[in-house]
Structures are given as structure tokens and as C-alpha cells.
């Protein structure tokens, strides 16, 4: 299976900062990654697809980036409802992973 | 506006059957992939496995031996069975739907169930 590292595991912001999370695959999976944001309670939703793409809805402060093994996604200016837990999954491969997670909180 | 429901058993004891059942409503089977996910406590996303609409199923390897998945396209349903659970399989349980961007890979999860609660003790 390819693995997912996603960094930081945890990061403090406060609201109007910018916010960056990385993702590292294994191997290389050419564009082939999504972003979800996932707070407690609720089921995740699909921020980025394809590394880059914006989900329907989504919010144009969201953004997605990279290619290969190495991905991004940066938040422009953090908002509250944005504290949150953010996953990146590769779908390269059709055993489909994702990152261990990392969880933006308030500062 | 595509919605996911699901339900089935919350508490098991070890050696049980899992069973789950997600129902699609505002939208067709055709054209996508069926997944289940599954979040033990305090853990990341683990994917479960797939079926697409044909009936082909996939599963993650760590799973396969005890997992399947099927599909009733007259009810719009698609249901999830784990046999021979044990406490590692405690955790919240996703139904979601896969949507393909290009004919190899890029497989997206754009519409997920609220989830369901699976408690697994003796």
C-alpha cells in the first residue's frame, strides 16, 4: 500500500492566518490526491480532488497544490468554522489511503 | 441533492457479524463507486473497501478475509457484512460515495453518511 505522511500531526493558528499542511506519499501518485475536512461528530467533506480541483461549494480560501509525492494545502486567511481535522487520501492506487490527519486548532 | 442514510447494529460481541446498510436518495447508482470507512477512537481514516455499480467489489487486504460488500440496485442500497469482529473493529463506520475523475485512479469520496456508532465488547 502507498502511506500517507501528512505534517505538522497538530498545528495552533489564529482566525486570518494562513495555514499550510503538507502530505508526502510514499511513491509517487502524479495528481492523484484529495484533501477532507472532518469535524468531531460529523462525517468528512471533500475540500480538494485531483490535488488541486475545488469541491463544489467549497470555500475559495481553500487550496490545493503538488504533484508526485508531495502535495499541499493552504488555508488563506483561517475562519472559525475552519478548526477542524484535515486529511489528505491518495487515490492512485485502488487500495485508497489517507494521512494519519492533522488537527488545526484555535490559538 | 444526493443524501446517504445508514443504519444496523451499534453494539456487538467478539465473533459477531458486523452488518450495515447505506441507502442512496436524489441520485443513481450508475456511474459510481460504494464505499465503506471506518475511524476507530482517536485514530485517522481506514478504507474499508468498494463496490462499483456493475457489482465489482475491492477491499482493503487487512479486511479481506472477513469482509463483504454488496449491492441491491432495486432498493438503492449497499450494505456492509465484517464477520469475526473483535475490539479492534470499535469505531464509527462511513457509508460514502466514490466518484471517478479519470478512467484509472482518482477515485474522490463526494458524499458521506452521518455515520454509525459500532461498539464491539464482551
Known amino acids: 500500500d502507498i502511506q500517507m505522511t501528512q505534517s505538522p500531526s497538530s498545528l495552533s493558528a489564529s482566525v486570518g492566518d494562513r495555514v499550510t499542511i503538507t502530505c508526502r506519499a510514499s511513491q509517487s501518485i502524479s495528481s492523484y490526491l484529495n484533501w477532507y475536512q472532518h469535524k468531531p461528530g460529523k462525517a468528512p467533506d471533500l475540500l480538494i480532488y485531483?490535488?488541486?480541483n475545488l469541491q463544489s461549494g467549497v470555500p475559495s480560501r481553500f487550496s490545493g497544490s503538488g504533484s508526485g509525492t508531495d502535495f499541499t494545502l493552504t488555508i488563506s486567511s483561517l475562519q472559525p468554522e475552519d478548526f477542524a481535522t484535515y486529511y489528505c487520501?491518495?487515490?492512485?492506487?485502488?487500495?485508497?489511503?489517507f494521512g494519519q490527519g492533522t488537527k488545526v486548532e484555535i490559538k | 441533492q444526493v443524501q446517504l442514510q445508514q443504519w444496523g447494529a451499534g453494539l456487538l460481541k467478539p465473533s459477531e457479524t458486523l452488518s450495515l446498510t447505506c441507502a442512496v436518495y436524489g441520485g443513481s447508482f450508475s456511474g459510481y463507486y460504494w464505499i465503506w470507512i471506518r475511524q476507530p477512537p482517536g485514530e485517522g481514516l481506514e478504507w474499508i473497501g468498494d463496490v462499483t455499480h456493475r457489482g465489482t467489489s475491492n477491499y482493503n487486504l487487512s479486511l479481506k478475509s472477513r469482509v463483504a460488500i454488496s449491492l441491491d440496485t432495486s432498493k438503492n442500497h449497499f450494505s456492509l457484512k465484517l464477520n469475526s469482529v473483535t475490539a479492534a473493529d470499535t469505531g464509527v463506520y462511513y457509508c460514502a460515495r466514490g466518484r471517478k475523475e479519470c478512467t484509472s485512479g482518482c477515485l474522490s469520496f463526494d458524499y458521506w453518511g452521518p455515520g454509525t456508532v459500532v461498539t464491539v465488547s464482551s
Open positions: 485531483t490535488a488541486s
Open positions: 487520501q491518495q487515490s492512485y492506487t485502488t487500495s485508497w489511503t
